[in-house]
């Protein structure tokens, strides 16, 4: 069992920067793939960053060039990292990782969510 656990997200305003954090405890065999998605009020979840393990790391044009996804393996930490925040960018944001257990099964966790507020 794996859990995930995110910091809180927080009220910045409009061209403001915050980070995010995604903290995984429990037994990993490994971390195939780790994202983050969003979810606003009245709209579907959505990616905003999703990356492969020793792959490619994709980010819809809503928010590229302005978030950045990374990994602590040390830390078994995953962040997001996301500068000029718009309006538009308020959300709930959940982090999201595919690990391999020690069992050898593909299962994916994901976090408690981080109210992300923009004001403008």
């Known amino acids: 069992q794996v859990q995930l656990v995110e910091s809180e997200g927080g009220l910045v305003q409009a061209g403001g920067s915050l980070r995010l954090s995604c903290a995984a405890s429990?037994?990993?065999?490994?971390?195939?793939?780790m994202g983050w998605y969003r979810q606003a009020p009245g709209k579907q979840r959505e990616s905003v960053a999703f990356?492969?393990?020793?792959?490619?790391?994709t980010y819809p044009d809503s928010v590229k060039g302005r978030f950045t996804i990374s990994r602590d393996n040390a830390k078994n930490t995953v962040y997001l990292q996301m500068n000029s925040l718009k309006p538009e960018d308020t959300a709930v944001y959940y982090c999201?990782?595919?690990?391999?257990?020690?069992?050898?099964?593909?299962?994916?966790?994901w976090g408690q969510g981080a109210q992300v507020t923009v004001s403008s």
């Open positions: 999201m990782v595919v690990v391999t257990t020690s069992s050898r099964s593909t299962v994916s966790y």
């Open positions: 429990g037994t990993i065999f490994s971390l195939n793939a």
């Open positions: 990356s492969i393990v020793g792959g490619t790391t």
